[in-house]
């Protein structure tokens, strides 16, 4: 599966912005859909994941209550929600699909073996 990414942008502490992943080449239905992020300077950081058939979402405690992580299986598609925006948020965010990933490694990056190429987040006054 190819994973495009897109949405990413500047915004000002407080604001939103919705990234979108869209697949190709095979439906997200039976893949693990995730969000990850990497800021400069540290490590590829879980964001949210979403089932493999849908469902409630997952999110890492810094992003709970302002992100959500959402899907559209007739775009083929998996949206994150980011409101509330903060500083510490700025990164490169990444989309991710599996289709072997287990709940307890769901948060692990090297879990995950299609990527999108990423998207830049700046927020910032």
């Known amino acids: 599966v190819q994973l495009q990414a897109s949405g990413g942008g500047l915004v000002q502490p407080g604001g939103s912005l919705r990234l979108s992943c869209t697949a190709s080449g095979r439906t997200i239905n039976g893949y693990v859909m995730a969000w990850f992020r990497e800021a400069p300077g540290k490590e590829r950081q879980f964001v949210a994941r979403?089932?493999?058939?849908?469902?409630?979402?997952y999110y890492a405690d810094s992003v709970k209550g302002r992100f959500t992580i959402s899907r559209d299986i007739a775009k083929n598609t998996v949206y994150l929600q980011m409101n509330t925006l903060e500083p510490d948020d700025t990164a490169v965010y990444y989309c991710a699909a599996s289709s072997t990933v287990i709940t307890s490694t769901s948060t692990s990056h090297n879990a995950y073996a299609y990527w999108g190429q990423g998207t830049q987040v700046t927020v910032s006054s």
């Open positions: 979403v089932g493999r058939y849908g469902g409630t979402g």
